[in-house]
């Protein structure tokens, strides 16, 4: 099974900051990656898929990039809305076990 | 407009059994990868189970043997039947939708659309 590990698992930042998430695969994933943002008493929605390809309607401050085993999720400039926890998940192994991080919450500094 | 909606969880015993359901609009369930996540209570998301257009089913190892992930394709719906439960299946069940692509020899799915979720609680 692939591992999955994000960091920091809180991460505090003031609105305008920049916020900086990693994730990091116990073996090479791709560009298989995804990345979810998920608010409290909702379901995860897509941010990213293929590693830096935003999904439809995301803002360009959200942006992703790494292949292999690192990756990196970066939102420029935090607004209100985006405190949420976020979700790393590789989509690469095989038989299909799709294992995500455990989480990095983004709190409001 | 492409929606899931999940039905089916409540309370049940340990050892017990539940079926989830997965309703969809807006796409054909049978033209894609689908799938069920967990999340227990505070805790992280769990892929659980998929199915592929094709037909071939997958479950995650702590599921395996006693979940079993199917599709109706006259009614457009999801399941995922649920036996002898534990209490560490206790969870969130959310149900999802998963484009992708296949290269020479696998294909890769993540997940783009998710229903709202249905709550599964095992206890005595």
């Known amino acids: 099974e692939i591992v999955m590990t994000q960091s920091p698992a809180t991460l505090s930042v003031s609105p305008g900051e920049r916020a900086t998430l990693s994730c990091r695969a116990s073996q090479s994933v791709g560009s298989n990656l995804a990345w979810y943002q998920q608010k409290p008493g909702q379901p995860p929605s897509l941010l990213i898929y293929g590693a830096s390809t935003r999904a439809t309607g995301i803002p360009a401050r959200f942006s992703g990039s790494g292949s292999g085993a690192d990756f990196t999720l970066t939102i420029s400039s935090l607004q209100s809305e985006d405190f949420a926890v976020y979700y790393c998940?590789?989509?690469?192994?095989?038989?299909?076990?799709?294992?995500f991080g455990q989480g990095t919450k983004l709190e409001i500094k | 407009e492409v929606q899931l909606v999940e039905s089916g969880g409540g309370l049940v015993q340990p050892g017990g059994s539940l079926r989830l359901s997965c309703a969809a609009s807006g796409f054909t369930v049978n033209s894609n990868y689908m799938s069920w996540v967990r999340q227990a209570p505070g805790k992280g998301l769990e892929w659980v189970s998929g199915i592929y257009s094709g037909g071939s089913t997958y479950h995650a190892d702590s599921v395996k043997g006693r979940f079993t992930i199917s599709r109706d394709n006259s009614k457009n719906t999801l399941y995922l039947q649920m036996n002898s439960l534990r209490a560490e299946d206790t969870a969130v069940y959310y149900c999802a939708r998963g484009p992708g692509y296949c290269g020479s020899t696998n294909c890769y799915y993540y997940m783009d659309v998710w229903g709202k979720g249905t709550t599964v609680t095992v206890s005595s």
């Open positions: 998940q590789q989509y690469n192994s095989w038989p299909p076990m799709y294992t």
